[in-house]
């Protein structure tokens, strides 16, 4: 499996950003997998630091989940959690953070095999 991650976390509070995530399956063979995201900031996180989430034109902070005070993640739902050879998944994540938000953020992409 090959994810690729395009996008700016290089923002202020209160502004939005895209991030574009690729996801290909380069093998010959079925992966059960799950993809999940993670945004950590050292200084802490929750998901209440986002005015708004959005992640396949679906909005909503529900693909939010705090994981601990540094890190959340967001989750990519993926039908029956099969990638089938060679196919190509691409997602959008539109992140928008509280105008009084600060800090260093990272999103990072972490895939589980089932």
Not at 6 to 14: A, E, M, P, S, V
Not at 23 to 28: G, K, L, P
Request: aromatic share 10%; glycine share 6%.
């Amino acid at each position: 499996m090959l994810v690729e991650l395009d996008g700016d976390l290089n923002i202020y509070g209160g502004e939005t950003t895209l991030i574009y995530q690729t996801i290909t399956n380069q093998a010959n063979a079925n992966i059960p997998a799950s993809i999940y995201n993670t945004v950590t900031n050292p200084s802490g996180i929750t998901c209440a630091d986002f005015k708004a989430i959005r992640v396949d034109n679906v909005w909503g902070n529900h693909a939010c989940v705090d994981v601990n005070s540094n890190t959340v993640m967001i989750t990519v739902f993926n039908d029956d959690g099969l990638y089938a050879p060679n196919t190509i998944e691409e997602h959008e994540y539109e992140l928008t953070f509280l105008y009084n938000a600060t800090g260093d953020y990272s999103f990072n992409t972490v895939m589980k095999t089932i």
